[in-house]
């Protein structure tokens, strides 16, 4: 039976660390800030918002929340994200999405600060990131990347199998683990016979979508499954693995939820402090 990543256990160990560097940020007279900026009326991203607030404030962390309604304008909304951009009290941004209709986001995106840009969706970190170079990067990649170090699983050298290209997630996650020297193959729609590569893989991320995709038989003995995928099956939340069948023949593997999702909120917080320690300078 496979070791649990249990990502709770994981934020427990982060967030210490994270309360040092806080305590190391007042020392120098700064309080960080974030801005969350929740446009339009949709339910759950005005939840994730409150949730948000209530996690950084649990920190200690200023969260003010600046609303606007369905009918901004992207004028409007450009030039709330272009001031709390320029705002010098103001250490990160998180913008809620989707955006209301009419609004483009990619227009949004590109008048944020991207030193202020805790989810890591500007170009600017998409950039940093692919050149190896320090920056504030999406938050459930950097989620999957603290469990595998919490746990020490070797990355230097290993296979590893990514299923999903996303921005947000499958192509952050694949140039982290290349970044630790992993060998990284990435699947996708068009994959022809994915198990053939899946059973490769000594790190398999799942990042689908598709609730049960990951079968037992598409996976390595002794492997390491980390299992970012959210859905919603009969009222209860799965990721993207047949969980049972494959922690049966895995190594080590994440549950959801209780897994990745579990750690993503804890890295927006670090985010977070590593912009204002950029700022402090
Ligand atoms: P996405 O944008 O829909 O991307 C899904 C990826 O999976 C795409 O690259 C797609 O390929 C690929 N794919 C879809 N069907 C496939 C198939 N049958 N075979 C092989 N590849 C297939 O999703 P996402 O935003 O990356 O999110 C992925 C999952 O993570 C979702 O379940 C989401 O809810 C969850 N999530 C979790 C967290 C967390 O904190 N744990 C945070 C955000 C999202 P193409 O590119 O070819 O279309």
Redesign the pocket.
Same mark, same amino acid.
Do not use: L
């Given at each position: 039976m496979a070791m649990i990543l249990d990502g709770k256990e994981t934020a427990a160990a982060l967030k210490e660390e994270l309360v040092l560097r806080l305590a190391k940020l007042r020392e120098k007279h700064y309080e960080p800030k974030l801005a969350i900026i929740l446009a339009g009326s949709s339910k759950p991203s005005a939840m994730y918002a409150s949730f948000m607030q209530k996690v950084a404030k649990g920190y200690g962390i200023d969260a003010e929340i600046f609303r606007a309604s369905d009918a901004v304008t992207e004028e409007e909304l450009g030039s709330l994200v272009t001031d709390l951009s320029a705002d010098q009290e103001i250490t990160g941004i998180l913008m809620m999405m989707p955006l209301p209709k009419g609004i483009r986001a990619e227009k949004m995106i590109a008048l944020m600060n991207p030193d202020k840009d805790v989810d890591g969706l500007t170009e600017t970190n998409a950039g940093r990131l692919t050149a190896g170079k320090a920056g504030l990067f999406a938050c /459930?990649p950097r989620?999957v990347m603290a469990i595998l170090d919490h746990y020490k699983i070797p990355i230097d050298g290993k296979k590893a199998v990514i &299923? $999903?290209? %996303?921005n *947000? !997630? $499958?192509k952050p996650v694949s140039l982290m683990l290349l970044s630790k020297n992993a060998t990284v193959t990435i699947? =996708? %729609? =068009? /994959?022809k016979d !994915?198990a053939s590569i899946t059973r490769e893989a000594d790190i398999l991320v799942a990042? *689908? $979508? =598709?609730a049960n995709?990951v079968i037992a038989d598409m996976v390595k003995e002794g492997a390491t499954v980390i299992d #970012?995928? &959210?859905?919603r099956v009969d009222g209860k939340t799965v990721g993207?693995v047949d969980y049972e069948a494959v922690a049966a023949k895995a190594g080590a593997i994440t549950p959801v939820p209780g897994g #990745?999702?579990s750690v /993503?909120t804890t890295m927006v917080i670090e985010n977070i402090i590593a912009a204002g320690e950029k700022l402090a300078k």
């Open positions: /459930t989620a &299923i $999903g290209r %996303s *947000v !997630i $499958g699947c =996708h %729609s =068009h /994959t !994915i990042a *689908v $979508g =598709h995709y #970012v995928g &959210i859905n993207d #990745v999702g /993503t």
